[in-house]
């Protein structure tokens, strides 16, 4: 293997990671600050840390290397601006718990809305780990490692979130 | 593990239900619910969720975050859940002019990429090449990362490795920030466009000569084989590439012989027969079984739902030497993006998989025997470098096939401690093997049949069938069973 050529697959590595994961992480990013512009930024910091990384470190683990450099870069962001609260798990969950249950006012109208409106309506931190599951496709042990919370409690927080949803859900059906 | 009882409270039943369980608490749990109809139908309804979660969460749209940034940023931001923001930043968003949002984005990566090829240019002196070769197969192969594709987006690739993985096409698009990748684009999930994976070639076969050290991390998830059942219930056929061998082979409990004290965290089980898909190979099952934990070792009640993932090892490396005296090429069978490099192997800061109290991890191997005609490339003259005259230096007439070596660490160690198992070929016939190799090998065989693999040689549906038939045993959980009802729908999936 000659220079060129190292040099030529040293861009590939992170020109394919910039294809495979920029928009997924950017939809990730901007849910966790709440806009697109301040999420592209961070987005572009992860993609510049992953160029300072040697390959080997992030071998095998890229997906999940970026989606915890990421959110680390989104939780800075929310510091500076003062807005941690919203991921300070307990004060947040007694908040929502406390909210109105959505379920009455919903039209049952169409499946995937009536969905998408109660996820909206749950916790912050069981929303995230709820997307990362089943939108980013992790398991529950990668979700562990992104968010740095224990396997237990990703599975917690997962349970609280699908089993809220299937009654809520379930209340809603004539 | 034993549990009486399990409410719809316990987050176990969730995780159940999701497929994040390893074999033991999963039969455990199907155990307890077996006569438990409410909790059954819980566990479906999970499911269903499940299944609607995905669908729905993969339509929401993906920020387009090249040309028309803008636009995407608008419809993202009014579907974002709590937008915390005040008036005098919306008012900014809404007034700014999108098309300079998208110059912006487009000059910082320009930006990005020059500094990408200085950063490159530095670290072409250091960096093997190899490696990066294999770290860009990689990060274009990450499978598990369904995701949304919105019809003529460039950001959602499908990169097509194609059996020959070394020919890897990439986008040049440093040279134009703004324009779509020029690389053939093709959208896995056909119509309905919702998962995207991106297919990794099979493990090539490897010369003993060459690279008589085959290294991998035991880290096994288990979610593909409920992705597989989904697919194949709803009539579908699996796209190749969502099909990870390794996955669907450790779904399944197997009964391997458990360690004999408490002091050794696992055993291995080693069985060797012939590759029922080609008869003049050898195929080599690794099992590993963890020990279980005694009943003074079991969590208190409270801790139940952590300490049903006791883990008793950390950082389990496999290391098999092959013995170039016995055998000519291997390949490993699955695992494709757990691949370790040997020197990896004794590195106690490389992170690898874990196992868990009880818990069991399968690998196979496919191995060509010396004196076979071998699938792989001519082999040049190498220096053999184990067996003949490594550090043992003292089996080159050695009997033993090959010797598995396996490296972990306690779970609260930073050291890690190494076991070593060798293993004899007896020569027996896959008909003689016990049931679970042959189960495993049906599972391996389906999961290649499905993948298309260069490497399925005669397999048949039926024949998976009759091998799978063949390792049932007594199938408590009914999980055997359930396998050959698959095998069934895909072969009516593929008529």
Known sequence: ?174 | MNISKITSDDPRLTAFALGELGAAERVAIAAAIKDDPAAQAFVEQIRALGGELSAMLAKEPLPVVRATAGVAAESTENKTATPVRDDYERRKMVRFPYYIVAGLAAACFAVLFVQQQTLATKRQEIAKAEQQRRNVERAASRMALPYAAQAGSPSILEVSLGDDAHAVSMPAFSNSPTSPPSVPVQIAGQASNIEAYAYQADNAYLAVAEAPLSTFSMEVDTAGYSNLRRFLKGGQRPPREAVRIEELVNYFPYRYTVPKDAATPFAASMEVASAPWNPSHRLVRIGLKGRELSLAERPALADQLSGTRVTIAKDVKLQVEFNPARVKSYRLIGYENRMLKKEDFNNDKIDAGEIGAGHTVTALYEVVPVGVDSPTEAVPAGDALKYSEGKAGKFPESAELLTLKVRYKAPTSDVSSKLVFPLVDSGAEFATASQDFKFAAAVASFGMMLRDSPHKGAVTFDSVLGWAEDGLGEDAGGYRHEFMSLVKQAKACSG
């Open chain 1, 1 to 174: 293997m000659n220079r060129e050529n190292a040099h030529e697959l040293a861009e590939n590595f992170v020109q394919t990671a910039v294809v495979d994961y920029q928009s997924p992480l950017t939809r990730y990013a901007t849910r966790l600050v709440g806009d697109p512009d301040r999420a592209r930024d961070i987005v572009q910091d992860t993609f510049v840390k992953l160029m300072a990384q040697p390959p080997a470190a992030v071998d095998g683990h890229v997906a999940e290397w970026l989606f915890t450099v990421c959110r680390h870069r989104a939780l800075d962001v929310l510091r500076k601006e003062g807005r941690m609260k919203r991921f300070e798990d307990g004060e947040m969950e007694r908040v929502t718990a406390e909210e109105p249950r959505p379920a009455r006012a919903l039209e049952a109208a169409e499946t995937h809305d009536t969905l998408l409106r109660m996820i909206e309506l749950l916790p912050p931190n069981q929303q995230e780990v709820l997307r990362l599951k089943f939108q980013s496709g992790f398991s529950y042990k990668e979700i562990s490692r992104i968010t740095a919370l224990s396997v237990s409690h990703v599975g917690v927080l997962i349970h609280h979130a699908v089993t809220r949803l299937r009654a809520e859900y379930a209340a809603q059906q004539p």
